[in-house]
T-cell receptor
Framework: GAGVSQSPSNKVTEKGKDVELRCDPISGHTALYWYRQSLGQGLEFLIYFQGNSAPDKSGLPSDRFSAERTGGSVSTLTIQRTQQEDSAVYLCASSLKGNRPGNTIYFGEGSWLTVV | AQKVTQAQTEISVVEKEDVTLDCVYETRDTTYYLFWYKQPPSGELVFLIR??????QNEISGRYSWNFQKSTSSFNFTITASQVVDSAVYFCALVTASGGSYIPTFGRGTSLIVHP
């Protein structure tokens, strides 16, 4: 696609349920990033993929969070047993190559998650 | 360790005023990249500019200009003759060439409100 595509745009879920957020990066981009932005806060790094592997998972806040990427393209961020503090915008981004520091990363519009 | 500080949480101006958004960064690397992104109310971060550490030339793009000063570790962003459409949250980001994963570190953002 022309840009980074994320779905769903908005998700309201009950506490304790699992949610899956999907990211479709720009075609040809090998690097994919997940960030979280809580209300009025900055961007919190969650995980980074280079191809299908995740060399940096350091930002995942707990073992309830996991992510995978298949075929070097689409990625899914899964949050198990959601808690109210998980409410945030989850932003996905991609860049041409993650192993070049100068590559610009491009963001999707985010998935707004509300846990009630 | 790398760090980006955007000390201004919120700036409010009246249309046609000039406004400068500050960005101060910390890194021990000599090779790094700095970015500015705009996040309008729709949520998607829009790439504005990238600057590498070896290029201290200032840049002007229409009403936007950027002042990069390595001596003060700053990469400030000025909007001339601000307009209501400039209202957004602006993020400064840093990527260093060490570490291998090149994960961008973002500041907490500056919310710019331009009143008509």
């Amino acid at each position: 696609g022309a840009g980074v595509s994320q779905s769903p745009s908005n998700k309201v879920t009950e506490k304790g349920k699992d949610v899956e957020l999907r990211c479709d990066p720009i075609s040809g981009h090998t690097a994919l990033y997940w960030y979280r932005q809580s209300l009025g806060q900055g961007l919190e790094f969650l995980i980074y993929f280079q191809g299908n592997s995740a060399p940096d998972k350091s930002g995942l806040p707990s073992d309830r969070f996991s992510a995978e990427r298949t075929g070097g393209s689409v990625s899914t961020l899964t949050i198990q047993r959601t808690q109210q503090e998980d409410s945030a915008v989850y932003l996905c981004a991609s860049s041409l190559k993650g192993n070049r520091p100068g590559n610009t990363i491009y963001f999707g519009e985010g998935s707004w998650l509300t846990v009630v | 360790a790398q760090k980006v500080t955007q000390a201004q949480t919120e700036i409010s101006v009246v249309e046609k005023e000039d406004v400068t958004l500050d960005c101060v960064y910390e890194t021990r690397d000599t090779t790094y990249y700095l970015f500015w992104y705009k996040q309008p109310p729709s949520g998607e971060l829009v790439f504005l500019i990238r600057r590498n550490s070896f290029d201290e030339q200032n840049e002007i793009s229409g009403r936007y200009s950027w002042n990069f000063q390595k001596s003060t570790s700053s990469f400030n962003f000025t909007i001339t003759a601000s307009q209501v459409v400039d209202s957004a949250v602006y993020f400064c980001a840093l990527v260093t060439a060490s570490g291998g994963s090149y994960i961008p570190t973002f500041g907490r953002g500056t919310s710019l409100i331009v009143h008509p």
